[in-house]
């Protein structure tokens, strides 16, 4: 099951099932009824855009949080240990200061594929700013902002197992 390494972590159930779609080349049409806007882009195509969607998300759910000082779409940003998002803490000395950035790199990807699956994306960066690690409250805080957050990582890994 090679063509399933972004399943890895699921249930052989649910892999023999995914595995079925692509062996029968029915999972695009599987997911395509599942998200019938994938062939219209969303609106979400600019680094204004992004920083624009990314600071209303946090501003609805993580208004206490520290702020945000960029938010951007990595052209170069391919799925390593299947991530499509990165973010990064810097800090550095500024004469007797330490300012710190927090800085949000999305794949260019995610212009592709359904805005849920974007958001999804985003609200996991988010998440980070106050979990650093992949840990039960982390996943709540995931799922508080977005209800539907497993399935939406679900349905973004079968986009990723659908382009090869």
Not at 7 to 35: C, F, H, I, M, T
Not at 85 to 90: D, E, L, S, T, Y
């Amino acid at each position: 099951m090679a063509a399933l390494k972004y399943l890895a972590g699921y249930s052989p159930n649910l892999q023999q099932q995914v595995q079925r779609l692509v062996d029968n080349n029915e999972l695009g049409a599987w997911l395509e009824k599942r998200y019938p806007e994938h062939n219209s882009p969303h609106m979400i195509q600019t680094d204004a855009a992004l920083y624009d969607f990314t600071q209303g998300l946090k501003q609805q759910h993580m208004r206490s949080s520290d702020p945000i000082s960029k938010v951007f779409f990595d052209t170069r940003m391919h799925v390593i240990d299947n991530a499509l998002g990165q973010h990064q803490f810097v800090s550095r000395v500024q004469g007797s200061k330490l300012k710190r950035k927090n800085e949000i790199k999305v794949s260019a990807l995610l212009k592709t594929l359904p805005e849920p699956l974007l958001r999804m994306v985003v609200v996991h960066e988010l998440a980070h700013l106050r979990e650093k690690e992949h840990n039960k409250a982390f996943y709540h805080l995931c799922q508080h902002m977005e209800g539907d957050y497993h399935q939406l990582e679900l349905d973004l890994r079968l986009f990723l197992t659908l382009r090869g």
